[in-house]
């Protein structure tokens, strides 16, 4: 029996950890560990008008279980339990029609019917909670398709565990309201965006909500902003823009990311067209500009009519970047002058002198989020995925072999002052994941990822105040030597460790 991570850290917790964070104990380390969790394969279940299937990538086990187009088809698991005990069972699966196939999901025969939405393909998977009571010794779980058309692919089903991204995101707006998390910035976007991910998971509608009350303490009824986008950093955000216009569609959130869009009319760029950190840096290039506006254009063009227009943008950002950033190893130098005039510059290549890990974190997360946009037949699209390639390759090298993990200054593990960081350790467990999810790369490098996700949970607890706590990530970070990297601060629950660990844990992955 093999136990499945689809999002979520060893399952999921019974209630939407909104109003309250259960709190657990600490271990050894201080950190609190992850609860009991028991994956059962849909393909070890029993079976009725259904069949086990191997043609869809990214299952758990040996397959999964594709139902007959009939309703009535079943999996029945026998689930022990020590206890009675409420508890939830989470469901892996995938939908890759464009309808809901509802199952409808009993323990001992007792239930209810559960949606199954579509995943927008069948090699997307996602997570079903339901909540349910157990009895003491065995119990007939059984999930039956409801509909005419039979229902999803299911690949498993885990009992019992922690939804660690409810967790972090119901901890996150106890601790801070939409008015206290923070003025308009590239952390504050980073971190909502990975907010969004978990509304599109649990339909929760407080999570939505507070993204637009932040949102609406900047863009008046208008769409007006008095922000001048006079530096990428400032147009990170605008990706909260464009998933309120979809979700909401008012105008207004249009109109305001519509400004960033006529910025980038006379934004300046290098000689060879790459957008500048900002326009106070002419001709400085930091890998971290990569995901502040790449994805945003992308994702604009095809959501606004200008597809052509983002497309072409985003690629040559991401190609320019790499070729000025991205080294033999696979890694990206943090910056790059092309005016040499930075003392951080080298005179002859006109970089920066470390492998900041979360900078080069950046790159490889706007680079497989711009793929999932781009035309297959792009012309810079092979390209990309090449540069990908070559950086999953400087990821598995560099990889902490003791923690799963990388370290502050990538590839000085060997330093007695460097650290293992957070935030970037996401990043790079994410962008593998997607990476081998999508065949940029091969499946040997699903380990590095697995390992990494794990490397990230041993810093993922509650405290005694029952809310989570995200460790070991560093604070903002302009270009310097190796010993401001070392020495930068190592902080609790900032937001660029909140939002990378909340993207990282929403795409989906088997841990075995």
């Known amino acids: 029996m093999k136990v499945p991570r689809s999002f979520l850290v060893c399952g999921l917790v019974t209630a939407l950890v909104l109003g309250s964070v259960p709190a657990l104990a600490a271990g050894p380390t201080g950190r609190a560990p992850d609860l009991a969790a028991v994956g059962y394969e849909a393909e070890d279940g029993v079976l009725s008008r259904a069949v086990v299937e191997a043609n869809h990538p990214g299952y758990t086990g040996t397959g999964f279980v594709n139902y007959d187009n009939v309703a009535g088809g079943s999996v029945e698991w026998t689930v022990s339990a020590a206890r009675n005990t409420t508890t ?23 239930g209810t019917v559960t949606a199954f939405p579509a995943t927008g393909a069948w090699t997307t998977w996602r997570t079903v909670p339901v909540t349910a009571t157990l009895a003491a010794g065995p119990n007939a779980v059984r999930a039956t398709a409801t509909a005419s058309a039979g229902g999803p692919n299911l690949d498993s089903v885990t009992v019992g565990g922690t939804d660690w991204s409810t967790a972090v995101v119901g901890s ?65 955000s605008g990706n909260v823009l464009l998933l309120l216009a979809r979700e909401t569609g008012l105008a207004k959130y249009q109109t305001a990311a519509r400004k960033i869009r006529d ?11 790459g957008l500048v950190h900002a326009t106070g840096r002419p001709g400085q290039l930091w890998a971290d500009g990569s995901f502040m506006v790449a994805p945003f254009v ?85 390209a990309i995925v090449d540069s990908v390639r070559r950086l999953v390759a400087g990821y598995a090298r560099y990889q902490d072999p003791a923690t799963g993990r990388w370290f502050q200054v ?19 467990t994410f962008t593998v994941s997607r990476a081998v999810r999508r065949g940029y790369v091969d499946a040997s490098y699903q380990p590095v990822a697995d390992k990494g996700y794990r490397g990230v949970l041993a810093k993922v607890g509650t405290g005694p105040d029952g809310l989570t706590d995200v460790a070991d990530i560093s604070v903002g970070t302009n270009v310097g030597d190796l010993s401001y990297y070392l020495g930068r601060t190592r902080a609790t629950n900032d937001l660029h460790g909140l939002g990378a660990f909340l993207i990282m844990n929403e795409e989906s992955g088997p841990v075995g």
């Open 88 to 110: 939830t069972l989470l469901f892996r699966y995938a939908n890759g029609t464009a309808a809901d196939r509802p199952l409808r999901i009993t323990v001992n025969g007792t």
């Open 172 to 236: 996150t707006m106890r601790r801070k309201t939409p008015d206290t998390l923070g003025g308009w910035g590239y952390t504050q976007g980073l971190y909502l965006y990975g907010q969004y991910l978990v509304y599109q998971r649990t339909r929760d509608p407080r999570l939505l909500a507070y993204l637009r009350q932040w949102a609406d303490r900047f863009v008046a009824a208008d769409g007006g902003t008095s922000f001048s986008f006079d530096n990428l950093d400032q147009m990170q």
């Open 263 to 273: 910025r980038l009319r006379t934004y300046p760029t290098t000689s060879d067209g």
């Open 298 to 382: 992308i994702r604009y063009g095809h959501q606004f009519g200008e597809a052509r227009w983002g497309d072409d943008l985003a690629a040559r950002q991401l190609l320019v970047y790499a070729a000025h950033l991205q080294q033999g190893t696979g890694l990206l130098s943090h910056a790059y002058d092309e005016n040499r005039s930075q003392s951080w510059a080298d005179p002859r290549t006109g970089l920066s002198s470390q492998y900041w890990c979360r900078a080069i974190g950046w790159y490889g997360m706007a680079a497989v989020d711009i793929l999932e946009l781009l035309p297959a037949d792009h012309p810079d699209r092979a």
């Open 410 to 428: 990538v590839d000085r593990g060997d330093l007695s002052g460097n650290w293992t960081e957070t935030s970037c350790s996401s990043m790079y």
